[in-house]
């Protein structure tokens, strides 16, 4: 079975399980655990997906995913994500992207990173998590957006069923967008199911400027 299909079947399995996932509420979940840099630290940095549907932002979290945020932002600032498309997208369940160009042809990637999913973050509504094929330490290039509360994507245990889907950001901007995503008329395309029938387009991927990503200050008296 190609690297591909595994991965796409990993994540097909866990979509049979929605019926006993969380709720699919408007705006995004709120972790237990904080994902707030530390007094002294810098902000957390933020990627702008600029898709033929819309804009997405993302703030992603090196404290608690190192790897995973640096495999990701090296993916960004080379630009490789321009022109792919979110291939793969389950109402209810998450948009998979960043592997495949408009075609289903799947771009050449780098080498596979560690699972961080024991990092205690939860594949809540509109976090970013990495996907992989049936190797829980197989990830490369690609990702999904939850557009529910996925908890049966969490880490339960060091085994390849218990590992899970590292989470490693958060949609802080374009909701909205995902959720159109996410709604778009699927079909098959080849071996592939849930495919868009009209390409959602990555159009540019960006790391925006550190003062985009800092919080804004707090209003004086």
Request: hydrophobic letters at 40%.
């Amino acid at each position: 079975m190609s690297r591909l299909s595994l991965r796409s079947n990993a994540l097909f399995l866990a979509g049979l399980m929605l019926a006993v996932s969380g709720c699919g509420a408007n705006e995004p979940a709120t972790q237990t655990l904080t994902t707030t840099p530390t007094p002294g630290q810098p902000a957390n940095p933020r990627v702008l997906i600029e898709t033929s549907k819309g804009a997405i932002t993302l703030e992603v979290f090196p404290a608690q995913a190192p790897r995973s945020t640096e495999n990701f932002l090296t993916y960004v600032k080379g630009g490789f994500y321009d022109g792919l498309v979110f291939h793969r997208v389950i109402p209810g369940f998450m948009i998979q992207g960043g592997g495949m160009t408009p075609d289903m042809a799947e771009k050449p990637n780098g080498a596979p990173i560690p699972n961080e999913a024991d990092n205690g973050l939860r594949n809540l509504r509109g976090t970013l998590a990495m996907a992989r094929t049936g190797d829980p330490h197989s990830a490369t290039s690609q990702f999904f957006i939850n557009v529910a509360d996925n908890r049966f994507l969490d880490h339960r245990g060091k085994s390849m069923q218990g590992w899970g889907y590292a989470v490693f950001g958060q949609v802080v901007a374009g909701m909205d967008v995902v959720d159109a995503i996410v709604s778009v008329p699927r079909g098959r395309r080849g071996p592939h199911d849930d495919v868009p029938v009209e390409p959602v387009v990555m159009q540019r991927v960006s790391l925006l400027p550190a003062a985009a990503a800092a919080p804004a200050p707090a209003p004086q008296p």
